[in-house]
T-cell receptor, first 117, second 115 residues
Framework: AQSVTQLGSHVSVSEGALVLLRCNYS??????LFWYVQYPNQGLQLLLK??????LVKGINGFEAEFKKSETSFHLTKPSAHMSDAAEYFC???????????????FGQGTTLQVKP | DVKVTQSSRYLVKRTGEKVFLECVQD?????MFWYRQDPGLGLRLIYF???????EKGDIPEGYSVSREKKERFSLILESASTNQTSMYLC??????????????FGAGSRLTVL
């Protein structure tokens, strides 16, 4: 069965500092991987996704993530945090073979990012 | 832009009441999902549907049922609400069928409080 673990339920950085949100997954096959963001009082929206090809994926708002198969990781980074980045971030994995409950995503527990002025 | 609309943003119900949460999407998506979001637990899948009148249980279906009579509408039903069903409920939809590359489009959520 697939699973996702996000290390750290809360991360606090200063404005302008590097953002690093950690995500590790467990999957028997190379998965598809996603990062979603949830701003206060809103639903989730896609930041970026990895399916195949280049392992460094760029998303919206300056975020990027790198798929590292050997480490079973998909950490999210941004070189310089902005106040507007304060939100909850979710890592998610899906099964690309369609063999298990097709198309559904398994989400991590979420990481709340706080950005201090 | 695809829009997923959840009709009720905030609901307060009493224990034992029947609760309907409605979700409508406007882009002809085949797949629709209901997730429950709780602090520290992330999102957990309750039910999903990949076609009209088709439904499959997710990870936590107990105490819930769903209905999909039309492609654009997916309803979550709590037959007899209990206090442990107090939560944020998120509806989502996606375009493609049997592929893991789906991108989910989420509604804004329905926050249910059961007293």
């Amino acid at each position: 069965a697939q699973s996702v673990t996000q290390l750290g339920s809360h991360v606090s950085v200063s404005e302008g500092a590097l953002v690093l949100l950690r995500c590790n997954y467990s999957s028997s096959v190379p998965p598809y991987l996603f990062w979603y963001v949830q701003y206060p009082n809103q639903g989730l929206q896609l930041l970026l996704k990895y399916t195949t090809g280049a392992t460094l994926v760029k998303g919206i708002n300056g975020f990027e993530a790198e798929f590292k198969k050997s480490e079973t990781s998909f950490h999210l980074t941004k070189p310089s945090a902005h106040m507007s980045d304060a939100a909850e971030y979710f890592c998610a994995v899906s099964d690309p073979t369609g063999s298990s409950n097709t198309g559904k995503l398994i989400f991590g527990q979420g990481t709340t990012l706080q950005v201090k002025p | 832009d695809v829009k997923v609309t959840q009709s009720s943003r905030y609901l307060v119900k009493r224990t034992g009441e029947k609760v309907f949460l409605e979700c409508v999407q406007d882009m002809d998506h085949e797949n629709m999902f209901w997730y429950r979001q709780d602090p520290g637990l992330g999102l957990r899948l309750i039910y999903f549907s990949y076609d009209v009148k088709m439904k499959e249980k997710g990870d936590i279906p107990e105490g819930y049922s769903v209905s999909r009579e039309k492609k654009e509408r997916f309803s979550l039903i709590l037959e007899s609400a209990s206090t442990n069903q107090t939560s944020m409920y998120l509806c989502a939809s996606s375009l493609y069928g049997w592929t893991g590359a789906n991108v989910l489009t989420f509604g804004a959520g329905s926050r249910l409080t059961v007293l």
